[in-house]
């Protein structure tokens, strides 16, 4: 009946999982199985026909998360189940009452904030440049998310923004939500509030939302926030099959209005909550979940990962460099090294804590010769090239094909460009070479008997979940781009002071944000995990992170920095080299 969902649980998680009655808190360190947990959890519910799939309602916060999941519960069976963002559920809900509510369609979302605010500025006849206009976008995220007033705003950030005083900054605000309703438009944060508002001010519509939905989960609940948190309750009214999944220690977006204390404190709202901790770690080896837990020792909500017994793998070491660049080739270096014994480039990840830090690291990689691909660009399935090589596969699908399925995907590929041989790492035609050579890749993969248009329809389908297929390359990534991910071998830079923590981080709050921050990069570590720090040159040398002393370098092997020299791509010559050639 159950067909194999609680096959290969550990004791926590099939606790977890059979626990079908709300309410239920699971505390989910990283790489626990908190999504094998959900999704089987959902599955053994509509197996055992205690859940009905259309009544069921599964939150978390990106749309990648969201098609993760769907595709998770296809595999086991289970369709109809609304695997959601909370953005998507809103707004679905919205388009469907405002016509019944309001008469007419529902406004439109707004096209991002600045372009609002800049008109908004322009009628008020004040001036500040694009950077100021993000910094009040931020702010009217802030206050919409935390549901404050613009006047909770004025008292709670009386500073101003940039060389706006605060004055300007709420007639600012006031302006924007002018324009917005004049063009009968919400942004984001207003999909959110307008659904609630709805659910609150209309029992019909609460009444047929929660006979709909009887059944919720909760995915990575630390990142809730109050506007979030609130329409929860309303979906849920007074019911209480609800099951909220996170981990505190992980809780990195708290200046978007994110709160660990709804995961934290969920039982004061449910005092009769079931407590589950899933705490043996399946991903990383045991001196990398030590680094972790020495890190987070003593912060509230710590979970205790354990990890699996009789793994042979290396302590993790830390590096000191010299400054920026001397710490860029010494990664590359590393990650040289690392090819050259074997390594997968598509399980390697450079990790830092700001974009700002990428720019040495790509121009030495480049140099270097290892290709690379930057997470935060555009994603995979937006790429011209790859939309140019669906268009082509579709067209393909339609003839009759002579040949086999994967012989016919290479030839519509060699067509577009792709080659036996990459080009140079580090351009724009070796972006394109590894995106169609990861289609192809993801081809052969495929079991026998799959065919063209199969392939194809499993492209779109993976288009709309956002499920990118790997490339063949070492990633770059901020540490909150990185969050949800994993790679055998990690490469976090900057553990220095001012750079992770960030210099603007100050009080205990935001240092404490940073240490966690410090934490999702560790715990994306399955094998090998390196740390490195650049003094810096100038006046003001920074001091190794304090985050390194809380590790303890008893849990760190210290390795001194290599001399500082140029990577070489294997094969190419060296400066001394060529300038031999030269003379000759």
Request: net charge neutral.
């Amino acid at each position: 009946m159950t067909g194999g969902i609680l096959d290969g649980l550990d004791d926590a998680q099939r606790e977890a999982v059979t626990t079908l009655r709300g309410p239920v808190r699971v505390l989910a360190g990283a790489g626990t199985g908190k999504t094998r947990v959900i999704t089987r959890r959902i599955a053994l519910g509509v197996a055992t026909g205690t859940y009905s799939p259309g009544r069921v309602m599964a939150v978390t916060f990106t749309a990648k998360a969201a098609g993760e999941m769907r595709g998770r519960l296809r595999g086991l069976g289970v369709d109809g189940v609304a695997a959601r963002t909370f953005h998507a559920a809103a707004l679905a809900q919205l388009n469907h009452f405002w016509p019944i509510v309001a008469g007419g369609s529902a406004p439109t979302i707004a096209d991002g904030k600045v372009r609002l605010l800049a008109q908004a500025a322009s009628s008020l006849g004040i001036q500040a440049d694009v950077a100021t206009l993000r910094d009040v976008a931020s702010g009217i995220e802030w206050r919409k998310v935390s549901l404050r007033s613009i006047d909770d705003y004025a008292r709670e950030r009386p500073d101003g923004v940039g060389r706006l005083d605060l004055g300007a900054v709420l007639d600012l605000q006031r302006a924007y939500e002018k324009t917005k309703d004049q063009r009968h438009q919400l942004d984001f944060e207003d999909v959110l509030l307008a659904c609630a508002g709805m659910i609150e001010s209309e029992p019909r519509v609460a009444q047929a939302v929660r006979e709909q939905y009887r059944h919720f989960t909760v995915d990575e609940f630390q990142d809730v926030s109050a506007v979030q948190q609130r329409l929860l309750e309303l979906w849920l009214g007074d019911r209480r099959d609800i099951c909220v999944v996170g981990d505190a220690n992980q809780t990195v977006y708290t200046f978007a209005g994110a709160d660990a204390s709804y995961l934290l404190g969920f039982e004061r709202r449910h005092p009769d909550a079931r407590l589950i901790r899933l705490e043996r770690n399946y991903r990383s080896a045991e001196p990398v979940l030590r680094v972790a837990n020495a890190l987070m020792r003593g912060r509230p909500g710590a979970l205790e990962l354990v990890g699996e017994e009789g793994e042979d793998a290396p302590v993790p070491t830390v590096v000191r460099y010299d400054d920026d660049e001397h710490e860029a080739q010494g990664v590359a270096r590393a990650v040289r090294a690392q090819l050259t014994a074997g390594a997968d480039p598509s399980r390697i990840a450079v990790l830092y804590r700001a974009h700002a830090q990428s720019a040495p690291l790509v121009a030495t990689f480049a140099a270097a010769g290892i290709p690379v691909t930057v997470l935060g660009g555009t994603r995979f399935f937006d790429l011209p090239e790859v939309r140019q090589a669906l268009l082509a596969l579709r067209g393909a699908s339609v003839a009759t094909q002579e040949q086999g399925f994967v012989d016919s995907v290479r030839d519509v590929l060699r067509s577009l460009g792709l080659t036996n041989d990459p080009p140079p790492a580090g351009g724009a035609l070796r972006d394109a070479w590894e995106a169609r050579r990861a289609l192809l890749s993801l081809a052969q993969e495929q079991p026998a008997g799959t065919t063209l248009r199969a392939f194809t329809d499993l492209l779109l389908a993976r288009a709309r979940d956002q499920h990118e297929p790997a490339r063949a390359t070492v990633t770059f990534a901020t540490l909150h781009a990185a969050k949800g991910l994993e790679w055998d071998h990690v490469h976090l830079l900057g553990l220095a002071e001012g750079v992770l923590p960030i210099g603007y981080a100050r009080s205990f709050e935001e240092i404490d944000e940073e240490r966690r921050l410090a934490y999702v990069g560790i715990t994306r570590a399955a094998r090998t995990l390196s740390l490195s720090w650049a003094v810096g040159l100038g006046r003001s040398p920074r001091a190794a992170s304090r985050f390194l002393r809380e590790i303890g370098m008893r849990n760190l092997d210290e390795r001194p920095a290599r001399a500082r020299t140029a990577v070489r791509t294997p094969g190419a010559a060296s400066p001394s080299d060529r300038s031999e050639r030269r003379r000759s």
